[in-house]
T-cell receptor, first 114, second 116 residues
Framework: DGGITQSPKYLFRKEGQNVTLSCEQN?????MYWYRQDPGQGLRLIYY???????QKGDIAEGYSVSREKKESFPLTVTSAQKNPTAFYLC?????????????FGPGTRLTVT | AQKVTQAQTEISVVEKEDVTLDCVYE???????LFWYKQPPSGELVFLIR????DEQNEISGRYSWNFQKSTSSFNFTITASQVVDSAVYFCALSEAVDSNYQLIWGAGTKLIIKP
């Protein structure tokens, strides 16, 4: 089945540790996105990538890093510099990055840092 | 700046009632796209509909319908004869040009509770 997978679903880390969230898609989509969602709030864009080996910062990129070495993969690293990393992280993809194209989402990863 | 407002934080209705979720947007673009997504308790967002700014026809899909009114910058979503499975958070979003790329500007979401 085509879709977006994120792993793990729940992730627990100690403060000061970097952690990498996985996102894989087999939809052959060019564009991929990472969002953060806090309780009762909408989605905020962290990073996005329109094409392999290229990515841009979103609204809240500080304390995060990404890579896009393969079309199907867009991992997100939450670094120790991120002051409040506990949140729900959603990965999405779209066939292209244009305004016409809807985004499809993975199931999300709930990260808890204590 | 472009903006999407979903003024209703939470709506609670009894099953089989009709319910309308409001979405108001601001944009300077003449061509733009609006989207609705559903986020059930599992957390994964599900795409429901896309509407472009040149098409003001209302859209109906089963019990779902959408009313796009450019004159009032609104793109409202109505569920007819609601069911418990409709309980979710619903997001409205607007595409925005940032440099040469496009991003989605998201509303804060409306939590819909359908009581049996």
């Amino acid at each position: 089945d085509g879709g977006i997978t994120q792993s793990p679903k729940y992730l627990f880390r100690k403060e000061g540790q970097n952690v990498t969230l996985s996102c894989e898609q087999n939809l052959n989509h060019d564009a991929m996105y990472w969002y953060r969602q806090d309780p009762g709030q909408g989605l905020r864009l962290i990073y996005y990538s329109q094409i392999v080996n290229d990515f841009q910062k979103g609204d809240i990129a500080e304390g995060y890093s990404v890579s896009r070495e393969k079309k199907e993969s867009f991992p997100l690293t939450v670094t120790s510099a991120q002051k409040n990393p506990t949140a729900f992280y959603l990965c999405a993809s779209s066939s292209q990055g244009g305004r016409y194209h809807e985004q499809y989402f993975g199931p999300g990863t709930r990260l808890t840092v204590t | 700046a472009q903006k999407v407002t979903q003024a209703q934080t939470e709506i609670s209705v009894v099953e089989k009632e009709d319910v309308t979720l409001d979405c108001v947007y601001e944009t300077r673009d003449t061509t733009y796209y609006l989207f609705w997504y559903k986020q059930p308790p599992s957390g994964e967002l599900v795409f429901l509909i896309r509407r472009n700014s040149f098409d003001e026809q209302n859209e109906i899909s089963g019990r779902y319908s959408w009313n796009f009114q450019k004159s009032t910058s609104s793109f409202n979503f109505t569920i007819t004869a609601s069911q418990v499975v409709d309980s979710a958070v619903y997001f409205c979003a607007l595409s925005e040009a940032v440099d040469s790329n496009y991003q989605l500007i998201w509303g804060a979401g409306t939590k819909l509770i359908i009581k049996p």
